[in-house]
């Protein structure tokens, strides 16, 4: 069992910056893959990032890769993702997301956090 916490959502401009934290409880957080997804409104929910419990491997999808970097410090049970160049389109609700594999945590996550708002104004 783990319980997710995203903290990092707010208003930017377009072609800002935002890093947004995942702080997981538990003591198994580096056997979990971890992952970001987004939905904004009237869309469904997307995958966006993806990384696994050592950090060597990292998935994204096409549309914020080179903008976009998933990261995790297991000592301190956190994940992160780094986005720049933010754009409108980027305007979401994020939330964190763990499994015990990738193809899990990038398809059908065992565990979500709560979600963070995300606003980029134009």
């Known amino acids: 069992q783990v319980q997710l916490v995203e903290s990092g959502g707010r208003l930017v401009q377009a072609g800002g910056s935002l890093r947004l934290s995942c702080a997981a409880s538990?003591?198994?957080?580096?056997?979990?893959?971890m992952g970001w997804f987004r939905q904004a409104p009237g869309k469904e929910r997307e995958f966006v990032a993806a990384?696994?419990?050592?950090?060597?491997?990292?998935w994204y999808r096409d549309s914020v890769k080179g903008r976009f970097t998933i990261s995790r410090d297991n000592a301190k049970n956190t994940a992160f993702l780094q986005m720049n160049s933010l754009k409108p389109e980027d305007t979401a609700v994020y939330y964190c997301?763990?499994?015990?594999?990738?193809?899990?945590?990038?398809?059908?996550?065992?565990?979500w956090g709560q979600g963070t708002q995300v606003t980029v104004s134009s």
């Open positions: 990384i696994n419990w050592s950090g060597g491997s990292t």
């Open positions: 997301a763990a499994d015990s594999t990738t193809v899990g945590v990038s398809t059908r996550p065992s565990y």
């Open positions: 538990g003591r198994t957080f580096s056997s979990y893959a």
